[in-house]
Structure formats: C-alpha cells, structure tokens
C-alpha cells in the first residue's frame, strides 16, 4: 500500500510541482542542445489540478525573456517544447531583417561572432535577461522577417533562440498561458538518460521516505491521543 501511495505522490508532484526532461533538437542552440537535461519548476506560475489544463491558483505573472515549456502546439505528441517567451499581452512585436522588435524598440544583437561560415551568435537583453541567439547568416524570408503582431490577453510569443531553424510563434501562432506548463529553473549540461532516470530514482526516494515519515508521525499521534 505504501508503495501504491508513493507512486501516486510521485506523479502528482512530477505532474503539478517539479519535472526534469531531456533536450532532443537544435530549436534552443546556443542556450540548450541535445542531451542537457532542464529543471522544470510546473508550480512556478500556480497551481494545476492533474490533468486539468487550467491554472487553479496562480501565483506569478509569465515574463519576457523567460525559458518556458509549452504543451506541443501541434498536438502531435505529448513531449512538450522548450521555447523563450519574448512578448506578452499587449506588447506589439515584429521581426525585420533578423532584428527583433518589441513594442517599437529595436532589441540590439550584441557581440555578434561568426562561427562557422554560415552561423554566427549574438546577445540579446530583455527585461535584464541577457542570451544568446544564434542566426544562419542566408536570409530566410518566413523567418527573418515578421509584421507586427499584437499579442492578446490570454497570450505570449514564443521564439527559439536558434532563430533560424526553430518552429515557433512564427509558425505556429501565439501560445495560450495555459499552455505554458513551467518555467525552466536550472540546466544540466550534457546529461546522459542514466542521469535522468538517477534523479527520477532519486526524487522517488525522497517522497517515499517523507510518506514514510508522515505515516509515522500520524501513528504516534494517534498513540498519543488513545493513551
């Protein structure tokens, strides 16, 4: 029974509170490639009944320059996307020539660097968060260039920073909040899926033994109360 319980507390927390997933693209190069493993805070905007796709409670505002996870917009597979959310509601935004434009203001590409003969990476800054973005240097129409859009409430844009290559807001339209599932916390570099399942392990563990220890406290309680 205790195991039976354990698992259901285990996936409740995976599910509404904390989560770890694997890279698998090149959508968020420079920041993520493939085999980093992310730390997903799914409690850091509020709270979700499992399974129920709407915020309960809501606890902080999603911002810009912010890595997010989204549920797949295409509904093709249940793996979510990894994206930075670059407007929110009311902001305007636009793409010219591979410069992004929020809400009239040029967002300069700094310490631009060529890194190959048909790459180079830049910096970018909002809202104080400072990134690395990542261009083919060959104009690609559908995505160096984008007329302004006006982001509704209940909305956020979302861009990979691997520019040039990612499926996006430029493709796939605006994201609903609710679709935004956490926020990314931390990033572990070049992780292997042994690591993943490791910390899975781990993390079970943990749950298992402070049910373990909730189990006692109630019993000796309860001894207390009938003595």
Known sequence: MKIF??????????????????????SMKPTLTDSDIVLINKAYYGLRIPFYNNYVVRFDEIEKGSVVIINDPTEQSFNGWVKRVVAIAGDSISISNKTLFVNGNEI???????????SSICEESLEGVTYS?????AFV???????EVIVPLGYVFVLGDNRSVSADSRTVGLIATHDVVGKQVAIFQGMKLPY??????????????????????TSTDFSLVKL
Do not use: P, W
């Not at 490791?198 to 006692?216: D, E, M, R, T």
């Open 5 to 26: 319980f354990t698992l259901i507390l285990f996936v409740t927390f995976k599910i509404t509170i904390l989560d770890i997933a694997s890279i698998n693209g090149r």
């Open 141 to 147: 129409e559908y995505q160096d260039e984008l007329g």
């Open 108 to 118: 300069n590409c700094r310490n631009a660097m060529l890194i190959n003969k048909t």
């Open 133 to 137: 973005i990542r261009h083919v240097n």
């Open 196 to 217: 993943l399942f490791f910390l899975l392990i781990s993390i079970l563990l943990l749950l298992k033994s402070i049910y373990s220890n909730l189990g006692k406290k």
